[in-house]
């Protein structure tokens, strides 16, 4: 998928698929980015849905002052591409995952030795089927 970076594109296969295949009113469960995507659907389509489940995602839930909370603008927006979910940099280490978390935890608190620890073995496996996507993602859509 070339544009897999744009979450408004992968929300339109869904959006799609659950028209092709006849299954609305569904149930749609999203988790992390996937959250997005199934809020998104909610309130641009919400005829095709018969209930909605959000897991760790900051879609909707944000703290008090929303994208505005110092803990998370200033960070968030410091780390992606505007209108992206591309990160500018990102290295599978303790001191960069670190980081990047920091930009999207209210809760400071959270982010555990042991957490990142954990973090370092998944983003080894992970980033490199999102490293070379996005780059090419962002590289034509601001061609276009």
Known sequence: MDDIGDVRTRADHVLAFIEAMRISPAHLIGQSQGAWIAAYIALTRPDLLDGLILVDSASLALPAGGMGCSHIAPRFSDDFFPG?????????TRESLRAAVSSMVFDQSMLSDDFVDRLVPLALKWMPIWKEPWPAFLVRRRQA
């Open 84 to 92: 992206t979910m591309v990160r500018k940099s990102l290295e599978p």
